[in-house]
């Protein structure tokens, strides 16, 4: 059920600006729950729980993977579709520096520092997502369309089951 009262985060701000509708949910975060906490206590798909990772090529340039919460990223695939050595996960205070949020609450809006934005492409093909609003314990519903409103997304297909 969606809530009426929750927190104002400099992702639900940019959702604003740009025009995107959302419902807002609230639940209680588990540390390392994950999407398989979310969807539970949202009582939703976890295959709609989509999850914001931040990750870096060996170069050290940042970027943005927006996964299905029960798939994981073919970090190889990933590197041949960008053209790099490699990529792979940025360590939690790296990932908290470039994007402004705690890890476990990272939202691809309103971010620090600009990243490309990389999206599962079936994840675009799904009626409504949930994806994190900028802090624990707080998803958005959202039309998967919308987030070229507010994102430079680059559809790709990197899905592996987890």
Do not use: W
Not at 39 to 61: C, I, N, P, W
Not at 64 to 88: C, F, N, P, W, Y
Request: with cysteine; proline share 5%.
């Amino acid at each position: 059920m969606a809530q009426k009262d929750y927190p104002k985060t400099q992702a639900i701000r940019c959702l604003l600006e740009h025009g995107i509708e959302f419902e807002p949910f609230t639940y209680k975060y588990e540390e390392r729950g994950g999407t398989r906490v979310s969807s539970r206590e949202l009582g939703v798909e976890e295959h709609t729980v989509v999850k914001t990772l931040v990750m870096e090529t060996d170069a050290g340039d940042p970027l943005i993977v927006l996964m299905h919460g029960d798939k994981e990223v073919s970090t190889k695939q990933l590197a041949r579709i960008l053209g790099v050595k490699s990529v792979s996960p940025c360590d939690p205070k790296a990932a908290n520096r470039h994007s402004g949020y705690l890890v476990g609450g990272t939202s691809p809006f309103g971010v620090k520092r600009a990243m490309p934005v990389y999206c599962e492409a079936s994840i675009l093909e799904l009626d409504k997502i949930y994806i994190n609003g900028g802090t624990r314990g707080f998803l958005i519903r959202i039309d998967p369309r919308d987030l070229s409103k507010a994102l430079n997304v680059t559809a790709v297909n990197v899905a592996v089951d987890g």
